[in-house]
């Protein structure tokens, strides 16, 4: 009795896998009629969304590797098989050494550490929660790291103002999926822990679909002349928190990194 109800769980568990794996690699999307939708017939993005990912440390398939030295087993980096289309990022040759360079010194140069905001496409799957105010003109996505934020109007896009952290962004519908045309970033931001890299003429189109009523698949495709050979995407689900009250919680974390960026300059009365 017990090995018939263990192999029919275990079968339960690999038809659902295969329905979800087929599901996200169509695109697919549950029936129109079971999804949530807004007074203007949209899809209802409203909520508390989060990613449950390894992209976080490095957006290519990846192995379990330490931590800093001194950390033991704490920040070690979880493995992962990886969110980019294809598995490899397509850097140039000068690019490729520049990552590499990059994820030497990942413990030390990733503006994660400063807290600098982290930029598009990245926010979306660092492990805070963010949420989704959808209106018919505007979609505000604030992000629970360092307190980013950004609003997305609907309607044709417009050229940058200026460079910034978070990029400049447009949003339209076709039909049920929402995109976000994104440009005009700060080239310092990076992509993962991993030192996954871009410059300044990265532009990157978001697609927002909803799977469920609390899981939405997320794709961005990623362009950037300078660094990489051809236009590239990633693809990981977004989940709804459903716990009573879910709501992001304050994480202002420029405090935190006063000490590493500005502790050398603290008066030492010994001198």
């Given amino acids: 009795m017990r090995i018939n109800m263990l192999t029919g769980t275990v079968l339960a568990i690999a038809a659902g896998a295969a329905l979800w794996t087929t599901t996200s690699r169509t695109g697919g999307q549950a029936p129109a009629d079971r999804l949530p939708r807004t007074a203007d017939g949209k899809p209802d993005m409203n909520g508390i969304w989060q990613a449950n990912s390894e992209a976080h440390w490095d957006l290519e398939p990846h192995v379990a590797q330490p931590g800093p030295p001194s950390f033991g087993a704490l920040f070690s980096v979880p493995g992962g098989i990886g969110v980019v289309e294809g598995g490899n990022i397509p850097y140039r040759p000068e690019a490729a050494a520049k990552k590499k360079e990059n994820f ?47 609003v997305v109007p609907i309607g044709p896009k417009t050229d940058p103002v200026v460079e910034s952290w978070m990029g400049w962004s447009a949003g339209r519908w076709e039909g049920d999926a929402l995109f976000v045309d994104v440009t005009g970033f700060d080239e310092r931001t990076w992509f993962d822990r991993a030192g996954n890299f871009h410059s300044d003429a990265l532009h990157v189109v978001e697609r927002y679909v909803m799977l469920t009523p609390d899981a939405l698949l997320y794709e961005a495709t990623i362009e950037d002349p300078k660094v990489f050979t051809r236009p590239w995407k990633i693809s990981l689900p977004l989940y709804r928190r459903l716990e009573p009250g879910a709501q992001l919680v304050e994480f202002k974390c420029v405090t935190f990194a006063e000490e590493l960026i500005y502790g050398h300059l603290r008066k030492n009365p010994k001198r």
């Fill in 104 to 150: 030497k010194k990942r413990w030390t140069d990733d503006p994660e550490m400063k807290c600098y905001f982290p930029g598009v496409p990245r926010a979306t799957y660092m492990p805070y929660p963010f949420q989704i105010v959808q209106t018919s003109k505007h979609m505000l996505f604030a992000y629970e790291y360092a307190s980013a934020s950004r």
